[in-house]
């Protein structure tokens, strides 16, 4: 049976998303059934249209990927959480998803299954690596065996951290993730999905 991956992420100008489907490409090429999921705004239209491309960028995402639900994580054997850095923290649309899973904690139904994090940045030290640990104490609540990317490939000395993958673009001019940093979370979704595998006796 083939492990299960939800990648649940939030991603204004594109790089988080960027960087969610190359983890899905990671995850697939090891077999695995990868469901991409994009949290919503719950800010009003007044506030998105004051920042140049939002709009554009969230009709587009919108078409593309489902919002994510408690049942995705239900369903999920591993679930990575992506999330731009808002002054180095979390951005609140992909928190405001995992505090929706309250339910599913309760009763024990995330419990075992794998817990990996990604983020991107508009600078390159802007919180990345502190907004994937942030993640780290939040999976621990939940109970996922959390999965870092360590350094078990060499392409994670060149980028990432070894704690999740993660990207530094110029906020001011948007760009995409370096072919290097989608090397690194596609490792990352490798990695994932290998560990997921090996973890599902744990949870009958």
């Known amino acids: 049976m083939a492990v299960k991956v939800l990648i649940a992420f939030y991603s204004r100008s594109g790089s988080t998303e960027a960087l969610a489907k190359a983890v899905a490409e990671g995850a697939e090429a090891q077999g695995a059934e990868v469901r991409l999921r994009r949290a919503r705004e719950f800010v009003g239209p007044d506030i998105i249209k004051l920042v140049p491309g939002w709009w554009e960028h969230m009709e587009r995402q919108h078409a593309l990927y489902p919002a994510p639900t408690a049942d995705d994580a239900e369903w999920a054997d591993a679930i990575v959480f992506g999330s731009p850095t808002r002054f180095g923290i979390i951005a609140s649309e992909l928190k405001a998803y995992?505090?929706?899973?309250?339910?599913?904690?309760?009763?024990?139904?995330?419990?075992?299954?794998?817990?990996?994090?990604?983020?991107?940045?508009?600078?390159?030290?802007?919180?990345?690596?502190?907004?994937?640990?942030?993640?780290?104490?939040?999976?621990?609540?939940?109970?996922?065996?959390?999965?870092?990317?360590?350094?078990?490939?060499?392409?994670?000395?060149?980028?990432?951290?070894?704690?999740?993958?993660?990207?530094?673009?110029?906020?001011?001019?948007?760009?995409?993730?370096?072919?290097?940093?989608?090397?690194?979370?596609?490792?990352?979704?490798?990695?994932?999905?290998?560990?997921?595998?090996?973890?599902?006796?744990?949870?009958?």
């Open 98 to 204: 995992i505090d929706s899973l309250g339910g599913l904690w309760f009763q024990g139904k995330l419990f075992n299954k794998v817990g990996a994090a990604f983020s991107a940045t508009a600078t390159t030290h802007g919180g990345a690596e502190m907004t994937v640990i942030g993640l780290f104490a939040i999976m621990s609540h939940l109970g996922l065996v959390i999965v870092p990317n360590g350094y078990g490939d060499p392409i994670t000395f060149q980028a990432g951290s070894p704690y999740g993958s993660h990207t530094a673009v110029d906020g001011q001019h948007v760009k995409s993730p370096a072919e290097i940093d989608l090397s690194v979370a596609k490792y990352q979704g490798k990695r994932v999905a290998q560990v997921a595998a090996a973890l599902t006796s744990l949870r009958g």
